[in-house]
């Protein structure tokens, strides 16, 4: 049982008269423990995109909610996914990310793993008694390729991506047609000290870009913004100008717009100004507090311009702190006994770009999964 406040199956349902989540739902371990494996357990989490796995013994090692998994490209060109822990006494196999021989030796005692999971030799285990290799291979995760990204899934009884995330591909897409050349220019990765839900709320307003913003409040006209709901997705959209402060768009850029996808239950896809580049952001919830934040940074180019430099910095040292510094402070702010346990979500009756209705849609997708 729980040890804090049920929230109602309709909670939320109504944005218009909505309170956010109790504050409890963002500190207590009981409801981090309750939703590793009630939502990050069973649901589709996006990890990469598909260049960092492009060639054969590519692989990469991702910390997801308690769990250290690998994914790698087979020599047979199959995209797999594994716990990263040795069958034999638990050891991690990989570590960071790269080209992996052609065969995952276990650093503890030499045990070796195809790249398709099974065993490949056992020191010594012809000797030990009913020893069964078909026992001995590496524990699978579901793993599937989804508009140009990778996707992982603890649950191997999980249907496809798109089941969770119906038309999402599609609208990515459109959104972005070069989605599939991208490559990574920057990573910046930090364990935030806030849960993994109050970087979604951040996310999903944009309530507090002129104040908070205003580098990017200069390029993307508020005004002109629109955040529509799909379920399990959001799409915000806003109408972009060139700007000193954030976006310079090329001329021959026609109707430059911005993009930002949310993706249930917390990856944001954002395609900026020109259409050319996106950057991600990967929340790895870790416990009741911290978030492992990968912010991935992607051009078409490997070799950058000055101008995507300049960018990569402007995100690195104005937008993304910027940002780090508000979710780090509602963290504190939370657990005062100044705070009223729930605050009003400011949702307008016009939905404009200032309004908070992505926020009521997004408690109400998390009081449902509270349910059992």
């Given at each position: 049982?729980?040890?804090?406040?049920?929230?109602?199956?309709d909670?939320?349902?109504?944005p218009?008269?909505?309170?956010t989540?109790p504050?409890?739902?963002?500190?207590?371990?009981k409801v981090?423990q309750?939703?590793?494996?009630?939502i990050?357990a069973?649901?589709?989490l996006c990890?990469?995109?598909?260049?960092?796995l492009?060639?054969?013994?590519?692989?990469?090692?991702?910390?997801?909610?308690?769990?250290?998994i690998i994914v790698?490209?087979?020599?047979?060109?199959?995209?797999?996914?594994?716990?990263?822990?040795?069958?034999?006494?638990?050891?991690?196999?990989?570590?960071?990310?790269?080209?992996?021989?052609?065969v995952?030796?276990c650093?503890?005692?030499?045990?070796t793993f195809?790249?398709?999971?099974?065993?490949?030799?056992?020191?010594?285990?012809?000797n030990?008694?009913?020893?069964?290799?078909?026992k001995?291979?590496?524990s699978?995760?579901k793993?599937?390729?989804y508009?140009?990204?990778?996707?992982?899934n603890?649950?191997?009884?999980?249907?496809?991506?798109?089941?969770?995330l119906p038309?999402?591909?599609?609208?990515?897409?459109?959104?972005?047609?070069?989605?599939?050349?991208l490559q990574l220019?920057a990573?910046?990765?930090?364990?935030?000290?806030?849960?993994?839900k109050?970087?979604?709320?951040n996310?999903?307003?944009c309530y507090?870009?002129a104040?908070?913003?205003?580098?990017?409040?200069?390029?993307?006209?508020?005004?002109?913004?629109t955040h529509?709901?799909h379920?399990n997705w959001?799409?915000?959209?806003g109408?972009?100008r060139?700007?000193e402060?954030s976006?310079?768009?090329?001329?021959?850029?026609?109707?430059?717009?911005?993009?930002?996808?949310?993706?249930?239950?917390?990856?944001?896809?954002?395609?900026?100004?020109?259409?050319?580049f996106?950057?991600v952001?990967y929340?790895?919830?870790?416990d009741?507090?911290?978030?492992?934040?990968?912010?991935?940074?992607?051009?078409?180019?490997?070799?950058?311009?000055?101008?995507?430099?300049?960018?990569v910095?402007?995100?690195?040292?104005?937008?993304?702190?910027?940002?780090?510094?508000?979710v780090?402070?509602?963290?504190?702010?939370l657990?005062s006994?100044g705070?009223?346990?729930?605050?009003?979500i400011?949702?307008?009756?016009?939905?404009?770009?200032?309004?908070?209705?992505?926020?009521a849609?997004?408690?109400?997708?998390?009081?449902?999964q509270?349910?059992?």
């Amino acid at each position: 049982m729980h040890d804090y406040t049920r929230l109602s199956p309709d909670f939320c349902a109504d944005p218009e008269r909505a309170w956010t989540l109790p504050a409890a739902y963002y500190s207590s371990d009981k409801v981090y423990q309750f939703e590793k494996e009630k939502i990050f357990a069973h649901s589709w989490l996006c990890v990469a995109h598909g260049s960092e796995l492009a060639e054969s013994n590519d692989y990469i090692t991702r910390e997801v909610a308690g769990e250290n998994i690998i994914v790698v490209r087979g020599r047979d060109g199959v995209l797999r996914s594994f716990y990263n822990v040795c069958p034999h006494r638990g050891h991690q196999l990989l570590q960071g990310s790269g080209r992996a021989k052609n065969v995952i030796t276990c650093p503890y005692h030499a045990w070796t793993f195809k790249l398709d999971g099974q065993l490949g030799h056992a020191r010594n285990c012809e000797n030990v008694v009913d020893f069964d290799p078909d026992k001995a291979s590496l524990s699978a995760l579901k793993v599937e390729e989804y508009a140009g990204f990778v996707f992982i899934n603890m649950n191997l009884a999980a249907e496809p991506v798109e089941q969770q995330l119906p038309g999402l591909a599609d609208s990515l897409r459109k959104a972005c047609p070069v989605i599939d050349e991208l490559q990574l220019a920057a990573r910046f990765v930090t364990a935030t000290p806030a849960n993994w839900k109050i970087i979604v709320d951040n996310y999903l307003e944009c309530y507090h870009c002129a104040p908070a913003h205003p580098g990017f409040a200069d390029s993307v006209q508020v005004d002109k913004y629109t955040h529509t709901l799909h379920g399990n997705w959001t799409l915000q959209f806003g109408l972009a100008r060139s700007s000193e402060k954030s976006f310079k768009i090329d001329p021959s850029v026609s109707n430059p717009s911005f993009s930002g996808y949310w993706a249930w239950p917390c990856t944001m896809f954002n395609v900026p100004p020109g259409a050319d580049f996106m950057t991600v952001i990967y929340e790895f919830p870790m416990d009741a507090e911290t978030t492992l934040q990968h912010y991935d940074i992607y051009f078409r180019n490997k070799e950058l311009t000055a101008e995507q430099q300049a960018l990569v910095e402007w995100y690195r040292t104005v937008f993304r702190p910027e940002d780090l510094r508000l979710v780090e402070s509602v963290q504190r702010g939370l657990k005062s006994r100044g705070y009223r346990s729930q605050g009003r979500i400011m949702t307008d009756r016009q939905r404009s770009g200032i309004s908070e209705h992505g926020i009521a849609h997004f408690h109400h997708l998390v009081a449902r999964q509270h349910q059992d």
